[in-house]
Every structure is written in structure tokens, then in C-alpha cells.
């Protein structure tokens, strides 16, 4: 976050990018590495003009369908205490694709 201030990416938006990095960071630690304090966890930020933000988050797991994870609004997933990141992320960024099998998510904020 210090990066994007820095580039001045982020003004007026910094909340909605913080909450989509963080939940993106979170799912890397949790399920790309599996809590493994010996796995890294990659972040790479650019920021332009004409492009906005570009935030891309990786990590060493196998991946996932980012088309099978549970709609947190939907049923009994409503009352779950996880399983919101996915959701918060598409809902806080203008753009967000998912690269490598689901093991890089890259998130876009004009």
C-alpha cells in the first residue's frame, strides 16, 4: 500500500485496494501455501496513467476454479464465518482475473 501512495495509484481508494490486497494475501498464505512459513508469496504493483493499478498476487499452491467457490450469499454459506474474500475482492476492484490454474489473482483499480 505504501507503493501504491507512493505512485499516487491510490488516492481516494486506498480502503477498497487494502481490503482486496489483504483478502487476496490472506488466501495466498492460507490456501496457495498452506500456513507454510518456508513458502513465499509473491506481489508485484504497477500503476500508470492510461492502466490504473495493477496489483498481481501469487502463489506456489496448485491453484483453484475460481468458478467453484461457494456465492457467500447464497443458502447456509450466508451464515459462514469464511469464504468472503473471492467475493470482496471482484466487489472492491474495477477488474480481476485469475492466472496459472487460480495461483495468481491480478486485480485492477482505475
Do not use: W
Not at 2 to 10: G, I, K, P, Q, T
Not at 38 to 53: A, I, N, R
Amino acid at each position: 500500500m505504501e507503493m501504491a501512495r507512493r505512485m499516487d495509484c491510490a488516492a481516494g481508494k486506498e480502503f477498497e485496494i487494502e481490503t482486496a490486497l489483504r483478502e487476496a494475501l490472506a488466501n495466498a498464505i492460507l490456501h496457495g501455501c498452506k500456513n507454510d512459513p518456508t513458502k513465499k508469496v509473491q506481489c508485484c504493483v504497477s500503476c500508470d496513467e492510461e492502466h490504473g493499478l495493477l496489483i498481481v498476487v501469487k502463489d506456489p499452491g496448485t491453484g483453484f476454479d475460481p468458478v467453484q467457490v461457494p456465492d457467500p450469499l447464497v443458502g447456509e454459506n450466508v451464515y459462514s464465518n469464511h469464504g468472503r474474500g473471492i467475493f470482496l475482492i471482484n466487489q472492491l476492484m474495477d477488474e480481476v482475473r485469475f492466472e496459472r490454474n487460480g495461483t495468481e489473482i491480478h486485480m485492477r483499480k482505475y
